[in-house]
Each structure stands twice: as C-alpha cells, then as structure tokens.
C-alpha cells in the first residue's frame, strides 16, 4: 500500500485535455486494478462500483463510476468533460480510504442539494477529495476531485460544522 506522505501524480508531465485511447485505457487499467480485481472494504461496507457503461462522448466503453472520477461536470456547458487533475490523480483514492484513519484525512458528512447525505474524506494536505455515498451495507464511490483553491474555505467550514455537531 502506498503510504499517503509518498502520494504523486500517476504521470510526471501534466495529461493532455484530450486523452487519446492508450491513456484512457491505461488510466482504466489503474482503476480495474484497486477497485475491480482487488476490491477492499471501507470499515464493514463493500465499495460498490456503477457498471453500467457511461453516456458521456468518447467514454461510452467505459464503466460510469470510472468516467465519473477522470471528468468533471462543466458549469458552463453543463457536460462532463476529462479533468487532467483528478485523472492523474486515480491511484489516491485507494489508499486514502485504506488510511482513513489518519489523522491527515479530514472526514465529514454532508447532505447534497438532492438531500443525500454523503461521506467525504478530504486529505487536505494535498488538497483531494473523495466522496462516497452509503448504499444499505455498502459505499459508492460518487466522486473524487482536486479541492480548488477557491473551495478550499467552504470544504473546510463543512468539515467544521461537522465535527462542531458530533462533540
């Protein structure tokens, strides 16, 4: 298991905005790897994957919750598109669910503008996110993302506020 103090970027230079194939395979295969043909659990609950084959153009060979992680929804387009960040980023999010734990992850719930309430893990030295939504026993992974600098004070008045009403 990598440690979460030696956490870097899949690839040195930064990704294309347009990945060709080979990289959207090659970034699959890190991902079918941690989640697919080495599964683990978060606590007691199975990580439960959306198979269902995306929708998004130039993706639709791909499984939803693995589009969903390389592409971020456009606030201006409304469609998701690849995010160099969050891809270069894919082989994180196993780790820092296996050291949940640690002190450097700052967890919290927050309840979505749909009313879902979701956990998020932030490891906030390195500014990534992941967000997981519990289903009965299990978790779905939803989400992980590079914590812009300009969302940094809101993730961290939530984090706040959550720790703030469990005491």
């Known amino acids: 298991m990598i440690q979460l103090e ?23 295969e890190v991902f079918k790897t941690d ?6 659990l978060v606590d007691t609950s199975r990580i439960k994957l959306i198979f269902e084959k995306s929708k998004i153009p130039g993706f639709t060979k791909y499984p939803e919750t693995f589009v969903h992680i390389i592409t971020r929804k456009s606030t201006i387009s409304k469609k998701r598109n690849f995010e160099p960040e969050r891809a270069n980023r894919i082989h994180w999010i196993k780790p820092i669910l296996q050291q949940k ?34 289903i009965s026993s299990d978790v779905q992974i939803v989400t992980a993302f590079c914590v812009d600098k300009t969302e940094k004070d809101k993730y961290k008045n939530r984090y706040l506020e959550y720790r703030k009403g469990i005491k």
Not at 35 to 40: A, C, E, G, V
């Open 101 to 134: 734990d640690d002190k450097r992850i700052k967890f919290f719930k927050f309840k979505d503008e749909d009313g879902v309430l979701k956990d998020h893990y932030w490891f906030q030295d390195m500014d990534f996110m992941i967000v997981l939504k519990p």
């Open 6 to 28: 030696d956490l870097e970027t899949l690839y040195e230079d930064n990704l294309p905005l347009e990945p060709d194939e080979d990289l959207k395979d090659e970034l699959f």
């Open 35 to 40: 989640f697919i043909d080495n599964p683990f």
